[in-house]
């Protein structure tokens, strides 16, 4: 996976799908979805972005001239990438909600009781 992160450019670009690697640096300006989509899913494992985007069976299909080796799992395990949340950043976006709703209860509360004044004084004039 080192290997193929550092072929990560529009002269020189692979990708890993399925723990295979290929070299699309051809096929970047064909793409239909742009060279960018491409060029964001080196480095990593891009199995996930391949499937998302919903590729016919002709595009895997064409995927497999473009396949110049499989990944090397032996050395190290692939690991998923996981995002960590802890106790303290739900507390902190809670309190921030807090801090909001304290702050902003004055607006709708003048407004009712602009309307509430106004509509006495509507009454009174009649």
Known sequence: MQEASQHNTKDDCWVVIDCKVYDVTSYLDEHPG???VVLVATGKDATADFE??????????????????ELDT????????????SKKETTEYSQ???DLTKQYWTIPVTIVGISMVVGFLYMYKK
């Open 74 to 85: 032996s050395s190290s395990p692939i690991i998923p990438e996981l995002k960590i949340s």
């Open 34 to 36: 742009g060279d960018d």
């Open 96 to 98: 921030k909600l807090m």
């Open 52 to 69: 998302d985007a919903g590729h016919s069976e002709s595009a895997k299909e064409l995927m497999q001239s473009f396949c110049i080796g």
